[in-house]
């Protein structure tokens, strides 16, 4: 079993920065692909970008592309999401999830609130 907490969200203006913070429990985290989804009011979830076991191999979304960073720290057990440039439409609920791969997703965690303002 995986447990997943994320943190780091909150509100931030257009144009700002946040990094949100993944922490798991997992004996074998450094197994599991882990990746990054978010859901917007009334919206479906989206995938944001993902990352493999090793952190050698990161994929993203075109809508976050170039502003969006995922990364690994196995040795902590955490993964990150750096964001930049934000724009409005990357309010949202955003929510971590491990498995053994990007198409198998296993666990989830609560997800952390990211508002940005116009």
């Known amino acids: 079993q995986v447990q997943l907490v994320e943190s780091g969200g909150g509100l931030v203006q257009a144009g700002g920065s946040l990094r949100l913070s993944c922490a798991a429990s997992?004996?074998?985290?450094?197994?599991?692909?882990m990746a990054w989804f978010r859901q917007a009011p009334g919206k479906e979830r989206e995938f944001v970008a993902a990352v493999n076991w090793s952190g050698s191999v990161t994929s993203y979304a075109d809508s976050v592309k170039g502003r969006f960073t995922i990364s690994r720290d196995n040795a902590k057990n955490t993964v990150y999401l750096l964001m930049n440039s934000l724009k409005p439409e990357d309010t949202g609920v955003y929510y971590c999830a491990a498995g053994a791969n990007s198409q198998r997703l296993n666990y989830w965690g609560q997800g952390t609130q990211v508002t940005v303002s116009s």
């Open positions: 997992a004996r074998s985290f450094s197994s599991y692909a």
